[in-house]
T-cell receptor
Framework: NAGVTQTPKFQVLKTGQSMTLQCAQD?????MSWYRQDPGMGLRLIHY???????DQGEVPNGYNVSRSTTEDFPLRLLSAAPSQTSVYFC????????????FGSGTRLTVV | GNSVTQMEGPVTLSEEAFLTINCTYT??????LFWYVQYPGEGLQLLLK?????DKGSNKGFEATYRKETTSFHLEKGSVQVSDSAVYFC???????????FGAGTTVTVRA
C-alpha cells in the first residue's frame, strides 16, 4: 500500500515557467488537499477536493490551479512561477472528514529563481 | 475565524527530559483537536487527537488533554528520546469539516 505519492521530490524553476506537481493516492480516499509549508507559518491550504469533479479554494489559491478527474489523482499546477512560490508542498488525503486523520505525502521542495 | 497558536521554538532538550508544547485555539463551534508530527525529510503523521472537552489523546508516550475552559491542547511527554526530534503541529477541525487548520509548528531537538 503506497499511501500518498508525490512527484517530483525536488524541482527548480525559473520565474515565469509552469509546471505540475503530481499527487496520487491508492486508498480510495474521497478528500484530497494541497498545502504549502513555509518557515514560521505552518501549513497553509492551497486547494482541496471532496471528490472527483469537485474542487475548491483554500487560504492561498492565487497562482495555482487544480483538477480532480479521478479519485486517485489531484495534480497542482503552477501557472507562471514566482519566487514567492518557493516552498515545500504537501499533498494530503483522508477518508471523509478530518476527524479520520490525514495521510500526507513526503513533499515536493520547489525553488523558483 | 479558526486559528491555532503554538509556542515558538526551537526547543532543545536532553534525553529523558520532560517535554511540553503549548497549543491554544480559537474556533467557531466545537472543534476536534490534533497533534501531527513531522520527522526530518518526511510528511506529517497523525500523533494523537481528541474530539470533545476533557478527552485525552495519547500515543507513543505523548499525551494531550482537550481543555475547553482554557481553549488549550498542550502536548506532553515525560521522558523524551533522540528519536522524538521532529516538528510538532497542533491542528483543529470544526463542525465535522474536511479541512484542518494548522499552527506554525514547533521544532524539537533532543540531544543524547
Amino acid at each position: 500500500n503506497a499511501g500518498v505519492t508525490q512527484t517530483p521530490k525536488f524541482q527548480v524553476l525559473k520565474t515565469g515557467q509552469s509546471m505540475t506537481l503530481q499527487c496520487a493516492q491508492d486508498m480510495n480516499h474521497e478528500y484530497m488537499s494541497w498545502y504549502r509549508q513555509d518557515p514560521g507559518m505552518g501549513l497553509r491550504l492551497i486547494h482541496y477536493s471532496v471528490g472527483a469533479g469537485i474542487t475548491d479554494q483554500g487560504e492561498v489559491p492565487n497562482g495555482y490551479n487544480v483538477s480532480r478527474s479521478t479519485t486517485e489523482d489531484f495534480p497542482l499546477r503552477l501557472l507562471s512561477a514566482a519566487p514567492s512560490q518557493t516552498s515545500v508542498y504537501f499533498c494530503a488525503s483522508s477518508m471523509g472528514r478530518a476527524i479520520n486523520g490525514y495521510t500526507f505525502g513526503s513533499g515536493t521542495r520547489l525553488t523558483v529563481v | 475565524g479558526n486559528s491555532v497558536t503554538q509556542m515558538e521554538g526551537p526547543v532543545t532538550l536532553s534525553e529523558e527530559a520532560f517535554l511540553t508544547i503549548n497549543c491554544t485555539y480559537t474556533a467557531t463551534g466545537y472543534p476536534s483537536l490534533f497533534w501531527y508530527v513531522q520527522y526530518p525529510g518526511e510528511g506529517l503523521q497523525l500523533l494523537l487527537k481528541a474530539t470533545k472537552a476533557d478527552d485525552k489523546g495519547s500515543n507513543k508516550g505523548f499525551e494531550a488533554t482537550y481543555r475547553k475552559e482554557t481553549t488549550s491542547f498542550h502536548l506532553e511527554k515525560g521522558s523524551v528520546q533522540v528519536s522524538d526530534s521532529a516538528v510538532y503541529f497542533c491542528a483543529l477541525s470544526v463542525s465535522n469539516d474536511y479541512k484542518l487548520s494548522f499552527g506554525a509548528g514547533t521544532t524539537v531537538t533532543v540531544r543524547a
